[in-house]
């Protein structure tokens, strides 16, 4: 068996060649941590001390900033994120009710992942859609005016992705 370090050296070789390609080391943090996350999909404690030893900066500093921002995750998030808008206008509209039957279906609730790893799901504040409200962003893909009788529609769609690949 191996540690996350040694059965991950490839992705830590990734890291450190981003590193290395940077004009300057200081001040690099976040476009580091933003670079790792894309790597290994998340920042457990193995990549935030690698990091910090990398960077010669405290491992403490580098908690910080990871536990500041949310777009940064310690823990391991599916293949497919699904944002679910609860803004304002969404709201109004019933996004709290899609927000419901995806945890419904999924069995998580939002900041939650499915155990298999392959669906997360979390509500947002606003996506800047409300034209299309209610709003549901599904890696990056925006689905609007959204039922929640559509939320198997949406569910099957990814799950046939994951068939068909």
Do not use: W
């Amino acid at each position: 068996m191996c540690d996350f370090i040694s059965c991950n050296k490839k992705l830590f070789e990734q890291l450190d060649s981003f590193i290395d390609a940077l004009p300057s080391k200081k001040g690099a943090l976040i476009q580091v941590l933003h670079h790792a996350q894309g790597i290994f999909g998340y920042l457990p404690k193995e990549v935030q001390l690698y990091i910090a030893k990398a960077l010669d900066i405290s491992p403490s500093k580098v908690y910080g900033v990871v536990s500041f921002y949310s777009y940064f995750t310690t823990e391991p998030r599916g293949d497919y994120k699904i944002s679910v808008c609860l803004g304002t206008v969404c709201f109004v509209k019933g996004s709290d009710k899609i927000l419901a039957e995806f945890e419904k279906q999924l069995g998580i609730k939002a900041g939650e992942t499915t155990s298999d790893l392959k669906f997360s799901l979390e509500g947002l504040r606003c996506v800047g859609a409300c034209g299309l409200a209610p709003v549901v962003v599904v890696n990056g893909k925006v689905y609007g005016q959204v039922t929640p009788q559509q939320v198997t529609e949406i569910l099957d769609h990814y799950k046939d992705l994951e068939l068909n690949c």
